[in-house]
C-alpha cells in the first residue's frame, strides 16, 4: 500500500498510472502537477488525482513516489524544482521513451541524491492525449522496462517495480544504453515514419482526394501519427544518434526495394516480402500466447 503518490504530468500516460493504482486499492492519495490549470482541473473532475498541488513544496511534502510523465526534455527542470523539496524516503521515476538523456539529466541536477530516482518506461500508450485519455487497464500484461542506476537501492528499484506490476505490468531490466538502441529501432523509428508519410501526403495539391480514398492499411500504419508532437519532437532529439543509425539502415532497405522495384525483380520483392510476413506473423503469434485477455477499460 502506498501512501502519497505525486503524478507530475497527468495525461494519458501519468493518469492511467494513478487510474490503476486506485483500481488496485494500492495508494492512499494521488497528487497531481502540471502547466496547464485546466488539465489539472479536468484530472480532478475525473477523478484521477486527489487533489492538485499549488507548489512543488506542497506535493513532496510526504510522498513516497513521484511519477515524472511530462515530455523528456523537460525533466532537468522538473527535477530542479522538486529537489529542494525532496524527502530522504521518496523515489523518484520517470516514464520517459528514451533513458540516456533522463539519466543525464538527473545526474546533473540531482547529484549524490540520484540514487533516489529509478528511471523506467511503461510500454503502453494510445494515440490520444490529456487527461480524458486515461485508462486503468492501459498497462495490464504490457511491458515496463526499468533502468536501474548503480546507486539506486534494492529497496527503492523493488518499489517502483512493485507500483507498476499493481498497474498490471510485466517487469523488464535494460541498462539505459541498451534501452535506447532497442526502442530507436522498434518504436521511434516508426514513429518518425508515420509522421513522415501524413506529412508528405498532407502536403500534396491533391492531398483531400487522397486522405478521401486511404483505408484501413494507411489507418494501421499512421495510427501512431496522431501522438504528441512535441513528445515525439524532444524523443527524437534525444535519441538522435541511435535514431540516426536505424533511419540509415531503413533508407539502405528502401533503396535496396527502389532498385527491385525499378528492375522489375518479382522474385526479389517476394523474397522481402516472405521474409517479413513471416518475421512479422512469428511475432504477433508471440504476443497473442503471451498476452493476457482484455479488461473492460484496457481501450481493445
Aim: aromatic fraction near 4%; glycine fraction near 10%; include cysteine.
Amino acid at each position: 500500500m502506498l501512501g502519497k503518490v505525486v503524478i507530475v504530468g497527468v495525461g494519458l500516460i501519468g493518469g492511467s498510472f494513478a487510474l490503476a493504482l486506485k483500481e488496485a486499492g494500492a495508494v492512499r492519495e494521488v497528487v497531481g502537477m502540471g502547466r496547464s490549470p485546466e488539465a489539472m482541473a479536468r484530472a480532478l473532475e475525473l477523478g484521477i488525482v486527489d487533489a492538485v498541488a499549488d507548489s512543488p513544496q506542497q506535493a513532496m511534502a510526504g510522498a513516497d513516489l513521484v511519477l515524472l510523465a511530462a515530455p523528456v526534455a523537460q525533466t532537468g527542470p522538473i527535477l530542479a524544482a522538486l529537489l529542494p523539496h525532496l524527502e530522504p524516503g521518496t523515489v523518484i521515476t520517470d516514464a520517459g521513451s528514451t533513458k540516456g538523456d533522463v539519466v543525464a539529466a538527473a545526474r546533473a541536477v540531482l547529484g549524490e541524491r540520484v540514487r533516489q530516482f529509478v528511471p523506467g518506461h511503461p510500454i503502453a500508450g494510445r494515440e490520444s492525449n490529456g487527461p480524458d485519455a486515461a485508462l486503468a487497464g492501459l498497462y495490464r500484461g504490457k511491458k515496463t522496462v526499468i533502468t536501474p542506476l548503480p546507486e539506486n537501492s534494492a529497496g527503492d528499484v523493488g518499489l517502483v517495480a512493485a507500483a507498476w506490476r499493481l498497474c498490471g505490468a510485466v517487469i523488464h531490466t535494460l541498462t539505459p544504453g541498451q534501452h535506447d538502441a532497442v526502442f530507436a529501432a522498434v518504436s521511434h523509428l516508426p514513429h518518425l515514419l508515420a509522421y513522415a508519410l501524413v506529412d508528405d501526403i498532407a502536403k500534396k495539391p491533391h492531398a483531400d482526394l487522397l486522405f478521401q480514398y486511404a483505408a484501413s492499411g494507411f489507418r494501421d500504419f499512421t495510427r501512431i501519427a496522431g501522438s504528441s508532437p512535441e513528445m515525439w519532437r524532444d524523443i527524437s532529439l534525444a535519441n538522435r544518434d541511435a535514431l540516426l543509425t536505424e533511419l540509415d539502415a531503413y533508407l539502405a532497405q528502401l533503396t535496396a526495394l527502389r532498385g527491385l522495384l525499378a528492375a522489375g525483380d518479382s522474385a526479389g520483392l517476394e523474397a522481402v516480402f516472405d521474409n517479413a510476413q513471416h518475421a512479422r506473423r512469428a511475432w504477433g503469434n508471440a504476443i497473442e500466447a503471451n498476452e493476457p485477455p482484455p479488461g473492460p477499460e484496457s481501450g481493445k
